[in-house]
């Protein structure tokens, strides 16, 4: 499907099938197309807030290109305010490229990469740490892709997080088997917006479209304080068997040492469960901050820096 035959009754937004919100600028001069996404996660709300002010800030006439953004990927998600589908319980990064014939995750995944992906020539997923969890405010991109790279340095995050291995099932795996470059950003999460992280979004997506020529001006640059390098998955972090009550002094971005005690979890009286202790040393890239924990969670991801 071509951009012309996608934008064909298409004002302003509109609910695409399964039930995706879409919203399309298309620039007065021809271009490249960046495609944005939010609330691949139901209950990430920074980008969902971020692509809307975006958009209410642009005027098509500045723009040679075209711009498409989908605040709310998980229509179901974001009702029932939650990280998985209340569906099927599936998690959207985790089913791509998904089936036409699955489950309501996977059919969703399956529109998305075949009907809306392929139309981008670059692609941001906006994430953050949600409800549950809080991270570092950072862009990440593929370290294998040197287009992908140049995105996120012209993003302008002060920490940048880059992967040498795109675990299957993300959307952007699914732009990386497309050969379009990619990134992805992180916020603090607790389930709410900070302003510094609306206007953290809002000056990155500026640059995005500054560094694609879709929009003329200088980037905006930020000097980068941190740069981690490690795979970033979740899936792989520190996690329990147990439910109970987490106590740790973490922050994220701080260096631990192998052996050093993380954190610990009891019973509601206050008797040790299980203390976590790090298995290697790095940078603290993830911690669960609510301090509820369900067996299986994760708990703590640790990273390394770029040598």
Do not use: C
């Not at 147990?242 to 993380?262: I, M, W």
């Amino acid at each position: 499907m071509q951009l012309a035959e996608f934008a064909a009754g298409i004002i302003h937004r509109f609910l695409y099938p399964p039930n995706i919100p879409v919203l399309l600028a298309r620039g007065t001069s021809p271009g490249p197309t960046l495609l944005v996404t939010a609330g691949v996660h139901g209950d990430e709300y920074e980008g969902m807030r971020a692509i809307y002010d975006w958009f209410a800030s642009l005027d098509p006439t500045q723009l040679s290109g075209n711009i498409i953004a989908i605040p709310v990927l998980h229509v179901a998600a974001f009702h029932a305010g939650a990280r998985l589908s209340p569906l099927d319980g599936a998690n959207l990064a985790r089913v791509f490229p998904g089936n036409p014939d699955g489950s309501p995750t996977e059919v969703l995944a399956w529109h998305f990469e075949r009907e809306i992906l392929p139309l981008a020539d670059a692609y941001i997923d906006l994430h953050s740490a949600g409800t549950s969890f809080v991270m570092p405010q950072l862009a990440g991109y593929d370290a294998s892709d040197p287009a992908s790279f140049a995105l996120a340095d012209a993003f302008g995050a002060s920490v940048l997080w880059g992967h040498p291995v795109i675990a299957p099932g993300r959307t952007v795996s699914a732009a990386k088997s497309r050969r379009i470059p990619w990134i992805y950003t992180e916020m603090r999460g607790a389930g709410r917006v900070h302003p510094d992280d609306l206007a953290f979004l809002l000056r990155g997506l500026r640059n995005a479209l500054r560094y694609l020529n879709i929009l003329p001006g200088e980037l905006e640059r930020v000097p980068v304080e941190h740069h981690l390098f490690g795979d970033g998955n979740v899936d792989a972090s520190i996690t329990t068997t147990n439910r109970g009550f987490l106590v740790t002094d973490l922050a994220p971005l701080q260096e631990v040492r192998q052996g050093q005690l993380l954190g610990a979890l009891t019973d509601l009286t206050g008797n040790l469960i299980e203390s976590f202790h790090a298995p290697v040393s790095g940078v603290i890239a993830l911690i669960h901050a609510r301090p509820l924990v369900d067996s299986g969670e994760p708990l703590f991801l640790i990273t390394q820096r770029k040598s």
